[in-house]
T-cell receptor, first 115, second 113 residues
Framework: DVKVTQSSRYLVKRTGEKVFLECVQD?????MFWYRQDPGLGLRLIYF???????EKGDIPEGYSVSREKKERFSLILESASTNQTSMYLC??????????????FGNGTRLTVT | AQTVTQSQPEMSVQEAETVTLSCTYD???????LFWYKQPPSRQMILVIR??????QNATENRFSVNFQKAAKSFSLKISDSQLGDTAMYFC??????????FGTGTSLTVIP
């Protein structure tokens, strides 16, 4: 089974802090994604990466950056956390190309609260 | 641009009954994939069922089945013999020729004992 591991289940940070959310997958997948999940808004794509050191902006990249130095690890960075970034963050991975036999595999999520 | 719409924010069903969750999508692509994901309370999002657009036969996985209407761009999920463990948030998702998945806003399903 594919395993996608997010380093923290719950995080509480202060406004202005730099926040790192880490995600590791063990199936040698090329694609990795960071989503933000908010009630009534579903899942919104922040950034994705299709290869090491490659990244593409999703629908809501403002206030976030990412890093992919190794194939198995994809980090989401909040440069200066703000209260409107309080949310559930989901990491996911899939092979290229994503297809019927290779859907997204999700981590458990990180619930971030910024106070 | 691709869009996925789930028009039912919340639904409930009695245990052992059948419920259908709606999903519509918009795309200009001819071949694509559709998925239903389930997110139980405080648990990991998992794949429930999937459908490839060029396959006319509706997918079935045990108690879960879909009604895929390509012309109408509709992809509904039917859960038969609902169980308490089916209580979850359900998301409809689409992927076309790119690497990006598009998700609906979700339907919160509660199974009532």
């Amino acid at each position: 089974d594919v395993k996608v591991t997010q380093s923290s289940r719950y995080l509480v940070k202060r406004t202005g802090e730099k926040v790192f959310l880490e995600c590791v997958q063990d199936m040698d997948h090329e694609n990795m994604f960071w989503y933000r999940q908010d009630p009534g808004l579903g899942l919104r794509l922040i950034y994705f990466s299709y290869d090491v050191k490659m990244k593409e902006k999703g629908d809501i990249p403002e206030g976030y950056s990412v890093s992919r130095e190794k194939k198995e690890r994809f980090s989401l960075i909040l440069e200066s956390a703000s209260t409107n970034q309080t949310s559930m963050y989901l990491c996911a991975s899939s092979p290229i190309p994503s297809s019927y036999n290779s859907p997204l595999h999700f981590g458990n999520g990180t619930r971030l609260t910024v106070t | 641009a691709q869009t996925v719409t789930q028009s039912q924010p919340e639904m409930s069903v009695q245990e052992a009954e059948t419920v259908t969750l709606s999903c519509t999508y918009d795309t200009s692509e001819s071949n694509y994939y559709l998925f239903w994901y389930k997110q139980p309370p405080s648990r990991q999002m998992i794949l429930v069922i999937r459908q490839e657009a060029y396959k006319q036969q509706n997918a079935t996985e045990n108690r879960f089945s879909v009604n895929f209407q390509k012309a109408a761009k509709s992809f509904s999920l039917k859960i038969s013999d609902s169980q308490l463990g089916d209580t979850a948030m359900y998301f409809c998702a689409f992927i076309g020729t790119g690497n990006q998945f598009y998700f609906g806003t979700g339907t919160s399903l509660t199974v009532i004992p």
